[in-house]
């Protein structure tokens, strides 16, 4: 029987001002299962709505089913830890990438969640 890793439920999150709009960029990578995924990323969107510019992808990293969010609001997450009971991590290293933009960033999420 093959060694298989279980899935490391958690929530990873980062934003950044952007400061031409008077709003924060938002990015969030919701690790779990599908039905816990949506019911997180419903969540998310109630407590920063109103948002704009939304995206949503989702993959999977080995173990790890994912979905990535990225959006624009104009409020500010006080307490992330409302959001998820779990494992809630900041990941400053969570940002688009200049040259590659929004595929970048799943190139990075893949790679973190593969170890």
Do not use: H
């Amino acid at each position: 029987m093959a060694n298989q890793k279980k899935m490391q439920r958690q929530l990873l999150w980062n934003s950044r001002a952007n400061e031409e709009e008077q709003s924060m960029r938002y990015i969030f990578v919701i690790v779990n299962e599908s039905r816990e995924r949506e019911s997180i990323k419903s969540k998310i969107i109630e407590t920063l709505a109103p948002v704009d510019n939304f995206v949503k992808r989702e993959g999977k990293s080995g173990a790890n089913p994912y979905c990535l969010l990225v959006f624009d609001s104009p409020k500010r997450l006080e307490n992330p830890s409302s959001i998820y009971n779990g494992a809630v991590k900041r990941d400053i290293r969570l940002y688009e990438r200049q040259t590659t933009g929004i595929d970048g960033l799943e190139d990075y999420i893949i790679k973190e969640l593969s170890k």
